[in-house]
C-alpha cells in the first residue's frame, strides 16, 4: 500500500502545466460546478493537517472520469482544502458505483477520506403502497398528505420497508468493502420520508386506529413526538448507521439536521409548515415561536452532528432589529450556538451552511434584505470558534461562485489557527438578544483564540470569563486574537 501512495504522490507530482492547462481549459472532463469551485478557491497557504476538509455540493459527482482525471481533480481540490463526494444511487446501481469508485480510488491512495452521499439509498419507506398507510375506523386506508406531496403513511405500518432500504446502502457498503476501500465520511438527506412529528403528522395520525392503540396518551404531543423520534432513530440504526459502521467503524456518518441541542429547534426547513403549528409546546424570542424538539440524536449511532445554518427567509421577519444584518446573524448564531455546546468534544459538527436567502416565495417582499456578505464571513468565525468543525456549503446556479467563495476564504484563513480548531474548547456560546457585541472564542491550555463582532455602537473593551478570569475583549473588527491568560 505504501509503495502505491508513493507512486501517487510521483504521479501527481510530475503532472505538467500543459495536462492541466488542458484539462482545466480547453476539455473539462468534470462538470461546469466543479470548475466553478477550482475557478473561485485558491490553494491553502495553511495546511489543514488531518482537520476535516471542506464539503460543497458542487464538487459532489464531478462526472465519469478516468483514473488519470480523476487523481488530478482529487489532488487539486485536496489542496484547496475541499473533499469530493459521490452519492450511491441504488436505481442506477452498476453506474454510480463504478463513477463513484474511480474518485473512491484516487482518494485512498492519496491517502484521503473517501466520502460518499447515500441520499438515494434511504428512500422510501412510504413508497405509496396501500401497506404503509393509516386506517381509520372503518378499516379505510388513508395517507398524511401535509407533507408535500409524499404519501406519508403509518409509522407502525413501514417495518417490512427496512429490509429493502437497507439492501440498498449493503449493496454499496459491500462493493467497497470487498474492494478494501475504507470509508471517511458519509451522509445522507433523509427528511421527508418514515415517522414525522411535524405539519399534520400529530392530527393524522390521531385518527389511525394503529397510531392509537401503539402510543398511549398520543393526544398528547410530547408523548407522541417522542415516540416518533425514536422510532425515526431506530430506522436510521437499522438501515444506515449500522450496516456502514460494521464495515467501516471509524467512518463519519450522520444526516441532515440529525445533531444533538438543548430540545428546542430554532428554525423551520422548506417542507415545515410557516409557523408553528396550533397546541403545541413552544417557546417565545421576539417573534419567533422556538418548537420543542426531542433529542433523537443519540440512539441513529451516528458519529457525527449535522446542523443546518441557513438564510431562510421566514427568519428576517421574526426579529425587528434595525441592524437588518443581525436578524440573520442572531438566528443562525442561536442554531450553530446550540448545536456547539450540545454536541461532545470528540463527536465533530459538519454543518450545512447557506448565504442567500433560502426559500424566499415567488415575489419576496422587497423589505426582507439580503444577509451582508461581511456579516455572514463574521458568523462562520464565530461558529467555528464554537465547536463547527467545517462547513457543507449547499448551493446551485448563479449562486454558486459567491457562496463558495465566502466560506472558503473563512475556511483557508481559519486553518492558520489548526491547533486552536483541532484541540481548542469553546468559552462563550451567549448570543446577545439584541445587537451588540459578540465574542467567541477557543481556549487552549493557557491561551484564548478570541472574535469579537459588534452589531451595536459601543467600541469600549469588554470583560467576559474565561475560565476563571475575567479579560478584557478589546474592539477588533475583522480579526482573529490570540491572548495569553494571565
Ligand atoms: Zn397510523
Redesign the pocket.
Given at each position: 500500500m505504501k509503495v502505491k501512495i508513493l507512486w501517487a504522490i510521483i504521479t501527481l507530482c510530475t503532472y505538467n502545466l500543459s495536462f492541466a492547462e488542458k484539462t482545466m481549459n480547453n476539455n473539462p472532463k468534470w462538470t461546469e460546478q466543479v470548475q466553478t469551485v477550482l475557478d473561485v478557491t485558491k490553494p491553502l497557504v495553511y495546511n489543514r493537517g488531518n482537520r476535516l476538509p471542506l464539503f460543497t455540493n458542487l464538487t459532489s459527482d464531478p462526472g465519469q472520469l478516468d483514473d488519470k482525471s480523476a487523481g488530478y481533480l482529487v489532488y487539486e481540490l485536496n489542496k484547496r482544502g475541499i473533499g469530493i463526494i459521490c452519492s450511491w444511487s441504488p436505481g442506477k446501481r452498476e453506474e454510480s458505483l463504478s463513477q463513484a469508485m474511480v474518485i473512491a480510488r484516487a482518494q485512498q491512495k492519496l491517502g484521503l477520506s473517501v466520502n460518499i452521499n447515500a441520499t438515494s439509498c434511504m428512500y422510501s419507506f412510504f413508497n405509496g403502497d396501500e401497506r404503509t398507510a393509516?386506517?381509520d375506523e372503518n378499516g379505510n386506508a388513508f395517507f398524511d398528505t401535509t407533507l408535500w406531496s409524499q404519501k406519508m403513511?403509518?409509522?407502525?405500518?413501514i417495518d417490512f420497508r427496512k429490509q429493502d432500504i437497507r439492501e440498498q446502502i449493503e449493496y454499496f457498503a459491500r462493493a467497497y468493502e470487498n474492494e478494501g476501500i475504507d470509508i471517511g465520511f458519509i451522509w445522507a438527506d433523509w427528511e421527508i420520508d418514515g415517522p414525522l412529528e411535524v405539519n399534520g403528522a400529530h392530527e393524522t395520525?390521531k385518527k389511525?386506529v394503529?397510531?392509537r392503540n401503539n402510543i398511549k396518551n398520543i393526544d398528547d404531543f410530547s408523548v407522541f413526538q417522542k415516540k416518533i423520534r425514536e422510532m425515526r432513530s431506530y430506522l436510521q440504526y437499522y438501515v444506515y448507521s449500522e450496516p456502514i459502521l460494521s464495515r467501516f467503524p471509524n467512518a463519519l456518518v450522520g444526516n441532515y439536521a440529525v445533531y444533538p441541542h438543548n430540545g428546542y429547534r430554532y428554525w423551520l426547513d422548506y417542507f415545515e409548515a410557516d409557523e408553528y403549528v396550533d397546541g403545541q409546546p413552544y417557546i417565545k424570542d421576539h417573534r419567533a415561536k422556538y418548537r420543542t424538539w426531542y433529542n433523537d440524536y443519540p440512539s441513529t449511532g451516528y458519529t457525527y452532528a449535522m446542523p443546518t445554518v441557513y438564510t431562510w427567509y421566514r427568519i428576517f421577519n421574526w426579529y425587528d432589529f434595525d441592524n437588518p444584518d443581525y436578524r440573520w446573524f442572531y438566528n443562525m448564531l442561536l442554531v450553530a450556538s446550540n448545536a456547539g455546546k450540545s454536541t461532545p468534544a470528540n463527536i465533530p459538527i459538519i454543518t450545512f451552511v447557506r448565504w442567500h436567502t433560502t426559500d424566499a416565495p415567488e415575489k419576496p417582499d422587497p423589505n426582507v434584505k439580503q444577509f451582508g456578505s461581511e456579516a455572514y464571513q463574521e458568523l462562520l468565525w464565530h461558529m467555528l470558534l464554537r465547536g463547527t468543525d467545517t462547513f457543507f456549503v449547499w448551493c446551485g446556479g448563479e449562486e454558486t461562485s459567491e457562496e463558495v467563495r465566502l466560506v472558503h476564504e473563512v475556511y483557508a484563513e481559519a486553518q492558520q489557527y489548526g491547533e486552536f480548531l483541532g484541540k481548542g474548547m469553546p468559552v462563550n456560546f451567549d448570543v446577545p438578544e439584541y445587537p451588540g457585541t459578540v465574542i467567541s472564542g477557543l481556549v487552549l491550555r493557557d491561551r484564548v483564540l478570541i472574535r469579537r463582532t459588534d452589531f451595536g455602537t459601543s467600541h469600549k473593551p469588554v470583560e467576559i470569563i474565561i475560565g476563571v478570569q475575567k479579560i478584557s475583549v478589546e474592539y477588533a473588527p475583522g480579526i482573529c486574537r490570540i491572548i495569553e491568560l494571565p
Open positions: 393509516h386506517i403513511g403509518c409509522p407502525f405500518a395520525s389511525c394503529r397510531c
